[in-house]
């Protein structure tokens, strides 16, 4: 299933965010995710799988791009995200 735990593939549901904040990548537990940038909400939106610890995704407009967790932070293609934790 895309985007939870299933066997041997990673958790991936939930906010991912760069370092400097420019670029935030929601993945949702429904297989989807939805991309900002900047002030531009939805700049990117599509679905994802998850095989272990790879991410494929495929964009509403077709483009294809890879991804993979290590260490617990997702490189996408040049991006390097980190998972935001929800504030208590």
Known sequence: MAGTVEGDHVDVVGMWVTADGHIRQELLPDGRYDEARCERHSAYTGRYTVTG????????????ATGDIRGGVLYHEHLVLYRQRKSS
């Open 53 to 64: 610890s790879h991410l494929d995704y495929v964009d509403d407009t077709g483009f294809t």
